[in-house]
């Protein structure tokens, strides 16, 4: 059974520092991850998709990387801002099927 | 393109009722997908719908079931609702394995 794991649960730095979030997996046979942002009691905007062929995608100050291997990938954000602030998941896909299973999160608080 | 939509945004209901929430995916989406957020559990998949058809379904029990209609607009039904259904439900629309989700609708039971 596919478990996705993401540490720490919770992350508070200054603004402007660059910073990493981890997110695990058990099972290697994944379709894909993506990671998502999701704002207090707001649905969920998606990030970065990294297809599983694939070792890192970026997209801004964003980039984010995978090792299938390992079951590990990391969202790296650099020069970290207030309107950073905000829980992120990582999900990883299975086969040709939709559902994605995600991580509990982490809630990222950016201080000004 | 206009993203997904779910209506209602808010709903409070009794034990023992039934509710019906809906979700307009993106157009040009065919895959629905539907997510049960608590504090406790996080993200849980319930069930993804494709060309009107259930292809995956997660560990939720029969009172939780859904549809979709030729236009690719989805439903999910619960029936005799129980507390612990109290959550953030989200839809979400896929086209190329990518999921966009929509803003939920935030159910609370009494």
């Known amino acids: 059974k596919q478990e996705v794991t993401q540490i720490p649960a919770a992350l508070s730095v200054p603004e402007g520092e660059n910073l990493v979030l981890n997110c695990s997996f058990t099972?290697?046979?994944?379709?894909?991850l993506q990671w998502f942002r999701q704002d207090p009691g707001k649905g969920l905007t998606s990030l970065l998709l990294?297809?599983?062929?694939?070792r890192e995608q970026t997209s801004g100050r964003l980039n984010a990387s995978l090792d299938k291997s390992s079951g590990r990938s990391t969202l790296y954000i650099a020069a970290s801002q207030p309107g950073d602030s905000a829980t992120y998941l990582c999900a990883v896909g299975r086969g040709s099927q939709g559902n994605l299973i995600f991580g509990k999160g982490t809630k990222l608080s950016v201080k000004p | 393109k206009a993203g997904v939509t779910q209506t209602p945004r808010y709903l409070i209901k009794t034990r023992g009722q039934q509710v019906t929430l809906s979700c307009s995916p993106i157009s040009g989406h065919r895959s629905v997908s539907w997510y049960q957020q608590t504090p406790g559990q996080g993200l849980q998949f319930l069930f993804e719908y494709f060309s009107e058809t259930q292809r995956n379904k997660g560990n939720f029990p029969g009172r939780f079931s859904g549809r979709q209609f030729s236009n690719s607009r989805s439903e999910m039904n619960v029936s005799t609702l129980e507390l612990g259904d109290s959550a953030l439900y989200l839809c979400a629309s896929s086209l190329d394995r990518r999921q966009y989700f929509g803003p939920g609708t935030r159910l609370t039971v009494t």
């Open positions: 099972d290697s046979a994944i379709y894909n």
């Open positions: 990294i297809q599983s062929s694939q």
